[in-house]
């Protein structure tokens, strides 16, 4: 069973969390306190598998718990709540090591599965080296079919999958629309090639969603590219 911390020192938000994390099952311990839930984690950091870590907190505040817990080399999920259109949290919040966000108010299906999709996250010490290939900090594993960007799990489907995979195992070389077409949707494919073109539209912007960086080059009148 998988045990998450939630630190928050809202009473009734906390409290709300912790009944729901029971009722999926989940072991759930609450503080208060940024920085009582620091010590927690530190005194014993095999305990939890999670955190759910709020910002405005007395004692430190959930930042300021992130950064220390960075610095001590301490790699538990963190999934930051911040406060609607702090847009300087989240993006400081993400610097810092945070593997993923939500605002307040949150609908708490949203958070149920972003602890899904987080504890579902290939560890490093149960994956193939061999299935895993990285470019910056995108990381895939082509074994368990999963990509990560900075930690952070993106949902793509088949074919965007195979696009990135592509683009990925021939980092800066430059395929053409129709390589392209050939490796991800097969020989037998008659439609247009502008199909490449909606795909790769797709995987940007999912890679975009979780950070700002430009991954895919197009090559003008050649096809795209990934890496220098
Ligand atoms: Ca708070």
């Not at 220390?68 to 080399?73: A, C, H, Q």
């Not at 990285?134 to 074994?143: G, K, L, N, P, Q």
């Not at 129709?178 to 494919?189: I, K, T």
Request: aromatic share 8%.
């Amino acid at each position: 069973m998988s045990k998450i911390l939630v630190v928050e020192d809202e009473p009734q938000i906390a409290r709300f969390v912790e009944l729901e994390l029971k009722h999926e099952e989940y072991e759930a311990v609450t503080c208060g306190d940024g920085r009582q839930a620091l010590e927690m984690i530190q005194k014993d950091t095999e305990e939890f598998d999670l955190v759910v870590l709020d910002i405005m907190l007395p004692g430190l505040n959930g930042l300021e718990v992130l950064r220390r817990l960075r610095k001590d080399g301490i790699n538990i999920p963190v999934i930051m709540l911040t406060a609607r259109d702090s847009v300087m949290d989240k993006v400081s919040g993400l610097d810092m090591g945070a593997n993923d966000y939500l605002t307040k108010p949150f609908a708490i299906e949203e958070l149920l599965a972003r602890i899904r999709a987080l504890l579902r996250a290939p560890k490093a010490e149960n994956t193939n080296e061999s299935d895993i290939i990285r470019y910056e900090d995108i990381v895939m594993d082509t074994a368990k079919h999963f990509v990560t960007v900075n930690d952070v799990p993106v949902d793509l489907t088949l074919k965007e999958f195979g696009l990135l995979q592509s683009l990925l195992e021939n980092q800066s070389i430059v395929l053409t629309r129709e390589q392209l077409l050939e490796r991800v949707w097969g020989y037998d494919y008659f439609g247009e090639t502008n199909v490449v073109d909606v795909y790769i539209r797709y995987v940007r912007s999912k890679l975009e969603e979780v950070s700002n960086r430009k991954y895919i080059q197009t090559v003008r009148g050649v096809g795209y590219k990934i890496g220098k």
